[in-house]
């Protein structure tokens, strides 16, 4: 069993694939997911799930397992389930998902065009900043796209995963706007321009 469970884990996910070419899976299955507290019908659901379509999800008080894919991906159930997090002015926040730094400098006229970092205008925001999880509903005006569009759909556009989209992180100013979707893309309406005269960046460093 163990040599078993060692080829078809990796980390905190199991290989689908791999499972299915071992003698017994819904053993193997057993195995690994009942120390986390899956009872047998939970492991029976999860093991039929295999041959199924779609993305589906499983958990127990402290953990989650998602199918995403070809792999049932293995994580505690605290990673969504941060509070909201006011933010500095200045300074680093540590969250369980990652750091985020909040520095506010003179507009220098370079944009930065990394995906972790967003540059906004300061007298567009009204502050101070919350980062938070993403909530049904939520709608931001993209960087670069017209209109406004529903966080969801912007993040199936981008083929994220169920756990991806569960894990997206947005800050929001005072008004409740959001102001950027986290490592993504800025709100069209925040960002610098050519009157900007003082800049707040944003830096995601994801764990």
């Not at 997911?33 to 999800?57: C, K, T, W």
């Not at 680093?92 to 990394?114: H, L, M, R, S, W």
């Not at 991806?164 to 993504?184: C, Y």
Request: aromatic share 6%.
């Amino acid at each position: 069993i163990e040599d078993a469970i060692k080829r078809v884990r990796n980390g905190n996910y199991i290989d689908i694939e791999l499972l299915k070419k071992e003698i017994a899976p819904a053993t193997l299955l057993h195995e690994i997911l009942s120390p986390l507290d899956f009872n047998s019908a939970q492991v029976e659901d999860i093991h039929e799930s295999i041959e199924s379509e779609g993305s589906r999800q499983f958990t127990t008080t402290e953990w989650c397992v998602t199918k995403d894919r070809n792999r049932f991906i293995i994580t505690p159930k605290e990673e969504f389930e941060q509070a909201d997090i006011t933010l500095p002015h200045e300074g680093t926040v540590e969250t369980p998902q990652g750091v985020i730094t909040v520095t506010q400098a003179v507009f220098n006229g370079d944009i930065p065009k990394q995906r972790n970092i967003a540059c906004l205008d300061v007298e567009k925001l009204h502050l101070p900043l919350t980062l938070r999880k993403v909530q049904n509903g939520d709608r931001f005006a993209p960087f670069g796209m017209r209109g406004t569009k529903l966080v969801s759909d912007y993040l199936t556009d981008r083929k994220k995963s169920i756990l991806e989209k569960q894990r997206q992180l947005v800050v929001t100013d005072a008004s409740g706007s959001i102001v950027w979707l986290v490592g993504e893309r800025p709100a069209a309406q925040f960002c610098i321009g050519k009157k900007t005269k003082e800049c707040l960046v944003l830096l995601w460093d994801k764990k």
